[in-house]
């Protein structure tokens, strides 16, 4: 017979697993990175235009230029130059959706080879890993500056993410209805049609209308490099101390981005629960 | 000693949970609570440490209105009354140990207990807890991979570590089979008879609250409607506090 | 909306029994339009040109083109902003996730029962969500000056919104069983918070943490274009010149970048969650 020998209180306090390697080990990786930081960044303090800089673009937002807001007959204007925004990325994201599905298709383990779909995910991890600014720089090269080099931009930037989660709701596909079909006497188009659109439209649509939001970020930043919209504006008034032109701006921005959001969220909820 | 003096209290939507309930309970007594779901034993016993506050009456716990109690002075307050609950509140993703070092979290300066600075002392009195539940052997096992009376012993061992005068129980074996109730049940009685702890616990199941509680509360529709020893009670009583038969559920069976 | 959709609704199936079933209205019928309208009207707007596309749309590949092989010796002048870069990607994120960690909590339903206080931190949050992230480096570098302070402000100021949206919602879906638990022992609610609630939400919070990392990286690397420090000054700056072999070794080093660190990340949050 097996005698337990009981546990004291004195030996647990003893036998306790040792963790502070670990701890030790993480703030030490992250002390190195601090030093190592501290080479590339140092505080120089404010410039001497730094505090009133900061102090007028606060106050831009509450004294915004009212005609340069509300004029929604120019195209130089506020109004318009949010609607040229909202198109870029809403076009962007239209091209992009489209080009994403055969890509994601051709790259999706379910449909297609392996080999192939290795390679397929490989190109789409290439494309996803450079900054949609650096498109624009190179699109600027090719069409010049404007809302139509933002639209290409917004198109190839956004294939990155959109095939990749493509791609991931096509490899989720439940085979079992496709077979359902099969043995009811479907042939290809009418299995694709009945089988797997419905699974995948969904999905599709709450993934385009996601990256959509973000395009209308991007679409800004765009801007700022030459691809039409509300960036360049914004940026020239800034770097002008055009401070209620800036407030005006800044305005629509922020609301541009708020309705979308909501109504993004409204519409993609509607879609997850069923519409 | 706990002292109710017709206490109500009403929620806002206007149920009336507790209508007028006076009562005595003394340091080291176990007493158990039965009664209907819904007849307020829940709500009573979260009067005492003001988890819910009472609408009228006197509440008071050694001589402390514990109504007005407030901020700082609450939580000292409450330092010494320990919960124990029916799904048994630990924090599944973390060992034993420091789910029942939680415990002494409310008496640590802040920058101690969000650095989980724990004293020796802290530690000792966290261990021998769990030997009080005799569970030290799984001091450094994951919450989440014991057993359920092996989680509520652990629940028991947290609130030890309080060093309470009182434990309220709520429900502790509802979520139990049969056997491991009868275990934790014992941990209560130990617990209570070494340590002169008040419990105060609210049971479903009426065979084990007769077997282990020396006094039975008997509320029905917020009314006390028995209150004495538990050699006390027949069928009759029974029937009055639950306006019928006791059903199967409410029976936990042999051990 | 409704009366419209009265105009175009199917007509009802009588069965044999006589039963009616009213069919639904294809939203296909409706929302193709729509999506073609709107298509139609971007491109007006954005004067969107096939026939430019087609006549320099291989400029395009003529640039791609010009920039392999990329010029390896220039990639000693690549090396100090890539680490620049990834500094700024590393205290920002850092600094930002900090931060968003209290901001968090008050703006979880949970935790923090003030309607208003809560609805106050919400809006402030979402506005300053909608700030892109090379506009925050625009205003920081005139505020602090050219250089990856600004940069690493920008970066900060945009992980803390996004992660304390985040995080907040991750707040609102835990366990408050031991929340409860540490509350009734006499804790008080920002104890509770950190001993009952955080313990079940490190893991999901460093997860969060990196994946925001490896956003800020390609952030990062595009700030320099507004003077706030990076890679992006020597890419804008070698594009602008158009010396691609230049560019096509900057693209690689940061593609290369890139790729090892979200391998690590990947590996890493597999582990948290």
Known sequence: MMSKKKLTVQEVLENAPKSWPLKVAITLFFIIILMIANNYISYNGLTDTGVRVARNILRSIFSPNMDYL?????????????????????????????????????????IVPKWMASIGVSIIVVIRT??????????????????????????????????????????????????????????????????????????????????????????????????????????FAINAFRWSDVGALLIGLILLVLVIEAVSTKIRSKLATGE | MIQFKDVTKTYPNGVSALRGITLDIEQGDFVAIIGLSGAGKSTLLRTINQMIKISTGTLL?????????????????????????????????????????????????????????????????????????????????????????????????????QEPQIILADEPVASLDPVTSHQVMSDFVKVNKDLNITVIANMHHVDIALKYARRVIGIKEGLIVFDGPSSDINEDILTEIYGRQLSEDELMGEE | MEKVKQLFRPKPIVLSNGKQVQPKLNPMYYILPILVFITVYSMNITRFSFATLIARGEQFWIIV????????????????????????????????????????????????????????????????????????????????????????????????TIMTKMFFELIDTADLGPFEALLSSGANRIQAFWAAIMPQLWGQYYSLALYNFEMNIRNAAILGYVGAGGIGIILNERLAWRVYPDVGMILLVLMVTVLIIENISRTIRKKLL
Do not use: H, W
Not at chain 2, 70 to 80: H, I, P, T, V
């Open chain 1, 70 to 110: 509300f004029n929604f007959s120019s195209r130089s204007a506020v109004p318009f130059l949010l609607l040229e925004t909202t198109a870029i990325a809403f076009l962007g994201t239209i091209i992009g959706t489209v080009i994403s599905i055969p890509i994601a298709f051709l790259s999706s383990r379910n």
């Open chain 1, 130 to 235: 450079f900054p949609a600014v650096v498109y624009g720089l190179m699109f600027i090269r090719v069409t010049g500056p404007g809302a139509f080099t933002g639209v290409l931009t917004l198109s190839v930037a956004s294939i990155g993410m959109i095939a990749k989660l493509f791609i991931e709701v096509i490899e989720d596909l439940d085979p079992g209805i496709i077979e359902a079909l099969d043995a009811s006497g479907c042939n290809t188009i009418q299995k694709i049609q009945y089988g797997i659109i419905p699974q995948l439209l969904s999905n599709f649509a709450s993934t385009a209308i996601y990256r959509f939001e973000i395009n209308v970020k991007y679409a800004t930043i765009l801007g700022m490099v030459g691809a039409g919209g509300i960036g360049a504006p914004l940026i």
């Open chain 2, 61 to 161: 716990v050694n001589d402390i209105d514990v109504t007005s109690l407030k901020g700082k002075k609450l939580r000292r307050f409450r330092r010494d009354i320990g919960m124990v609950f029916q799904s048994f509140n630990l924090i599944k993703r973390t060992t034993v140990i420091k789910n029942v070092l939680a415990a002494r979290v409310a008496d640590m300066p802040f920058y101690k207990s969000m650095l989980g600075l724990y004293s020796k002392k802290d530690r000792m009195i966290a261990l021998e807890a769990l030997d009080k539940v005799g569970i030290l052997e799984k001091t450094y096992t994951r919450a989440d991979q014991l057993s359920g009376g092996q989680q509520q012993r652990v629940a028991l061992a947290r609130t030890l570590a």
């Open chain 3, 65 to 160: 083109s010009r920039m392999i092989p990329p010029n390896f010796a220039y990639f000693s002048n690549v090396v100090n902003p890539l680490i620049a870069t990834l500094m700024m990607s590393v205290v920002g994120t850092l600094v930002g996730v900090i931060l968003a960690l209290p901001m968090a909590y008050a703006s979880s339903t949970t935790m923090n029962q003030s309607n208003v206080f809560r609805g106050i931190t919400k809006a402030i949050s979402s506005v300053l969500r909608t700030l892109p992230v090379l506009v925050l480096a625009l205003i920081f570098r005139i505020i602090f000056g050219p250089g990856t302070f600004a940069g690493t402000v920008a970066i900060a100021l945009f992980t803390f």
